[in-house]
């Protein structure tokens, strides 16, 4: 079953805007990670963040996670059509390397 | 350094024909773990292996199974193959820490299985 859902499912921007996508789980979680996915091929790690940490960035990437409303967003800034692909939210617990997705947002850049 | 690599990249199988998917993870990576993606379920947790035991399970039938050699490669394998076992199956690989405090996992490029 997934953890949590992610919104939107589906979202279209113009080349040059900024994406944001949201995540929500249900259950206390050690860590959340976030994915890309092009095509139905591998996933790609992005970024790790802590439940103790509130925001991270790498790049042209910042997530933010929110505990008390067992939320996470991330935006991906100046998007390129590159950035094209599905992007996934994954949560585990503390000695768990099991990983819980959630549903996934199709991103398509218009160029 | 090397990623995860996942063999084959694609299969065909008949029902009722069993199947065995290879992982290997990246170099000193101890825990592997399978998933399997369909678009009706999503990304679902199959199982994880570290040191060659199996550490956690997902809710999957007996039909499919997995271990893991002491050089920490990873094999799944789907017996009895059903139409519905169609999916793309992610292997991930991830440093376990002492602490056993989570770290990011890898994925491969995953194996593509089609049932006929």
């Known amino acids: 079953s997934q953890q949590g859902e992610e919104d939107p499912q589906a979202l279209s921007i113009q080349e040059g805007e900024n994406a944001t996508m949201n995540c929500s789980y249900k259950t206390s979680i050690n860590n959340l990670q976030w994915y890309r996915q092009n095509s139905g091929r591998g996933l790609v790690h992005l970024i790790l963040i802590r439940s103790n940490e509130r925001e991270k960035h790498s790049g042209r990437l910042r997530v933010t996670l929110d505990t008390s409303k067992k939320s996470s967003s991330l935006l991906i800034t100046a998007s390129r059509a590159a950035d094209t692909a599905s992007y996934f939210c994954?949560?585990?617990?503390?000695?768990?390397?099991?990983?819980?997705f959630g549903t996934g947002t199709r991103l398509t850049i218009i160029p | 350094k090397a990623g995860v690599t996942q063999t084959p990249r694609y299969l065909i199988k008949t029902r009722g024909q069993q199947v065995t998917l290879s992982c290997s993870p990246i170099?000193?990576?101890?825990?592997v773990s399978w998933y399997q993606q369909t678009p009706g379920q999503g990304l679902q947790f199959l199982f994880e292996y570290f040191s060659e035991t199996q550490r956690n399970k997902g809710n999957f039938p007996g039909r499919f199974s997995g271990r893991q050699f002491s050089n920490s490669r990873s094999e799944m394998n789907v017996s009895t193959l059903e139409l519905g076992d169609s999916a793309l199956y992610l292997c991930?690989?991830?440093?376990?820490?002492?602490?056993?405090?989570?770290?990011?996992?890898?994925f491969g490029q995953g194996t593509r299985l089609t049932v006929v």
């Open positions: 170099s000193g990576h101890r825990s």
């Open positions: 991930a690989s991830s440093l376990v820490r002492e602490g056993r405090k989570n770290t990011e996992a890898f």
């Open positions: 994954a949560t585990s617990f503390f000695g768990n390397e099991k990983l819980t």
